[in-house]
């Protein structure tokens, strides 16, 4: 939907007028706002933004309920997030769907301006009339359909999309013990997600802003844990052990190098960690293991520089702007190519949204029935603002 028609139907109702109100605002100015106690404004501002907005940014205030919203009803998935990806799998294939595993495509053939099929890695030609993919930008438009097959305004905006302004470096630590924090309140053991390492609002904006110059500062981070099997105690091979996470936001370029100052970054979150929750120590630890953003990327090579939304959060990659105008109806602008995944609206994160809506646009221009339906909340959506 363009700028001006959004602006038009969320006019249709107060709610509405008030995230439009919001949008106008930066995350640091509808936060400072709203709490008054620094360290709950930094709480806030960190669950905000942790996913990638830009704290002083203005433009996508009404963000901020949401995420806010889903930071403090956050989800997990049993057995873990691949879990979700199988049941749809099972689903899928249970309609009729056949998967392909482990089968890279290396080129979205076309003939006559149209899509007709992709080629496999190991040689393969699958033909087909419609290809949906849920790559970034560069990899569907620049490297899998090829430069010479897009008009000059689909090649200037693929040209132009940004990457996620930060990536992850994530140290999972197995050991005998959950994390025992020092806070002295006994439901933070229990939390979901609990933030290290910053005492005030500033101290998380100079992280980030060190971030995005490409630098980590070790004497000043902090991030973001979490023991899954507090959750989950089957994760655990051995029954009673714990596994947990400390994610910290991380430059993909950092200077030196990720394999160089990896193990320094380990010892430091290792540090930071025991500090907030004393009995992680070393006769606690069992094992550790470190993501950095160059293993994202090579663990997924279309989260280009660990850009784990597939593109940066900002005005112009939002919206009708995701991942570009002519694209972000799902349809682009080559006959049966069809765009999905996080860098496509409404973004990143593991949403479903972009998925759900290339299939319903599939099946329309297809003409298949659907076998799915709306949740009750998307048709109260659609009548108020869309129909
Ligand atoms: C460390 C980390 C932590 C995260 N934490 C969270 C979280 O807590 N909550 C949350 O909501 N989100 C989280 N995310 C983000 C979330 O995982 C992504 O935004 C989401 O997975 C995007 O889904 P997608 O289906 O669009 O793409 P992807 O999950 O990136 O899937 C794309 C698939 O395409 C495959 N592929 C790539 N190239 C080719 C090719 N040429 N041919 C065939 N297949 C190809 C890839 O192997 C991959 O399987 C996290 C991501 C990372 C990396």
């Not at 294939?93 to 007709?116: E, H, M, P, W, Y």
């Not at 979901?192 to 980590?216: C, P, R």
């Not at 297809?366 to 048709?379: C, D, H, N, Y």
């Amino acid at each position: 939907m363009a700028p001006l028609d959004m602006f038009e139907a969320m006019e249709r109702t107060q709610l509405g007028k008030d995230m439009l109100e919001l949008s106008e605002r930066s995350p640091l100015d509808i936060i400072t706002d709203t709490f008054e106690n620094d360290r709950v404004r930094a709480l806030m501002l960190y669950t905000t933004c942790m996913w990638g907005l830009n704290p002083k940014e203005t433009g996508l205030g009404f963000f901020v309920p949401l995420l806010l919203d889903r930071g403090m009803n956050k989800a997990y998935c049993q057995g873990g997030s691949h879990k979700l990806a199988g049941a749809l799998a099972r689903e899928f294939v249970r309609n009729g769907g056949c998967i392909l595993d482990s089968s890279q495509v290396n080129k979205i053939s076309t003939q006559n301006g149209a899509v007709c099929g992709v080629e496999l890695w190991e040689g393969r030609t699958l033909h087909s009339k419609v290809v949906i993919s849920s790559l970034d930008p560069q990899t569907t438009f620049l490297d899998l359909v090829g430069t010479e097959n897009l008009s000059g305004d689909l090649k200037d905006s693929v040209s132009g999309w940004e990457d996620d302004k930060w990536s992850y470096s994530t140290l999972h630590v197995a050991s005998d013990e959950a994390p025992k924090y020092a806070c002295g309140d006994p439901w933070v053991d229990q939390s979901f997600m609990t933030i290290a390492g910053f005492e005030s609002m500033d101290q998380i904006i100079d992280h980030w802003e060190n971030v995005i110059a490409g630098k980590l500062d070790l004497q000043a981070f902090g991030g973001h844990s979490t023991c899954q099997t507090l959750l989950d105690p089957h994760l655990s091979r051995v029954p009673g052990k714990h596994v947990s996470f400390f994610q910290s936001h991380a430059p993909y370029g950092i200077e030196g190098g990720w394999e160089q100052r990896g193990p320094e970054f380990q010892e430091a979150v290792l540090a930071k960690w025991q500090k907030a929750a004393p009995n992680m120590t070393a006769e606690n630890r069992l094992m550790t293991a470190l993501e950095t953003p160059e293993d994202i990327e090579i663990r997924l090579p279309n989260m280009r520089r660990g850009s784990i939304k597939h593109g940066d959060y900002n005005p112009l990659q939002l919206g009708c702007f995701r991942p570009n105008q002519e694209c972000s109806g799902t349809d682009t602008p080559i006959p049966g190519l069809y765009v999905c995944g996080a860098s496509t609206y409404p973004g990143g994160l593991v949403l479903g949204g972009p998925g759900y809506l290339a299939a319903n646009k599939v099946a329309d221009d297809m003409g298949v029935a659907r076998w799915w339906k709306p949740t009750p909340e998307m048709e109260k959506y659609r009548r108020t603002y869309l129909d």
